[in-house]
């Protein structure tokens, strides 16, 4: 079995930081792209930032120049590194990585239990 475990979470005042941490464990025998997903009350789920094998990282345009996403290989573990925060980026934020576990030749999308961000004063 994969699991996903989440740590970092919890309330900041606006211009405030918090890190976040992903780390994977179990039965994996690669990893792909690893990545960072938010959820705010009654809006979907979208995309903060990802980042490939070779490193490569992406971002929503609302955190560019804010959040850092960053990788550990060694430690199966993802982090985003979260700035200047704003009320607007409360919500869950959910981890996500796409591995091969050591059961099947196949990639999957493994999702983290979520954590709550929440910037308020």
């Known amino acids: 079995q994969v699991r996903l475990v989440e740590s970092g979470g919890g309330l900041v005042q606006p211009g405030g930081s918090l890190r976040l941490s992903c780390e994977a464990s179990?039965?994996?025998?690669?990893?792909?792209?690893m990545g960072w997903y938010r959820q705010a009350p009654g809006k979907e789920r979208e995309l903060v930032a990802d980042?490939?094998?070779?490193?490569?990282?992406n971002y929503a345009d609302s955190v560019k120049g804010r959040f850092t996403i960053s990788r550990d290989n060694a430690k199966n573990t993802v982090f985003l590194q979260m700035s200047s925060l704003k009320p607007e980026d409360t919500a869950v934020y959910y981890c996500?990585?796409?591995?091969?576990?050591?059961?099947?030749?196949?990639?999957?999308?493994?999702w983290g239990q979520g954590t709550q961000v929440t910037v308020s004063s």
């Open positions: 996500n990585i796409r591995l091969r576990p050591t059961y099947t030749p196949y990639y999957s999308n493994y």
């Open positions: 179990g039965s994996i025998f690669s990893i792909n792209a």
């Open positions: 980042v490939t094998s070779g490193g490569n990282t």
